[in-house]
Nanobody, 119 residues
Framework: QVQLAESGGGLVQLGGSLRLSCAAS????????MGWYRQAPGKERELVAD???????YYVDSVKGRFTISRGNAKNAVYLQMNSLKTEDTAVYYC?????????????WGQGTQVTVSS
């Protein structure tokens, strides 16, 4: 079983910064892709950014130039550095990890962390 531990959300003023962290744990784990999704009230969950095992990244247009996704050296952690935050970035952010564990593919979600940007 894969477990994800998220941290780093909170309340920040317009234009401020936050860094989200997500660490995956489990036996016989080989992680392929890691990413961050967000869901604002009344809206569908959307992919914000993701990163492959080869560190190829993707960003949704609305965060390009402001957010940076990265993976830890051990590759079982993923981070999202969020700068120049806007009120429209307010949402619950979820970490998503996919890979192989004991020969079986998996996809796991974190519990979510609230990010609130105040004006």
């Amino acid at each position: 079983q894969v477990q994800l531990a998220e941290s780093g959300g909170g309340l920040v003023q317009l234009g401020g910064s936050l860094r989200l962290s997500c660490a995956a744990s489990g036996s016989a784990l080989s992680i392929r892709g890691m990413g961050w999704y967000r869901q604002a009230p009344g809206k569908e969950r959307e992919l914000v950014a993701d990163i492959t095992s080869g560190r190829t990244t993707y960003y949704v247009d609305s965060v390009k130039g402001r957010f940076t996704i990265s993976r830890g050296n051990a590759k079982n952690a993923v981070y999202l550095q969020m700068n120049s935050l806007k009120t429209e970035d307010t949402a619950v952010y979820y970490c998503y990890v996919e890979g192989v564990q004991a020969g079986l593919t998996f996809g796991s979600w974190g519990q979510g962390t609230q990010v609130t940007v105040s004006s």
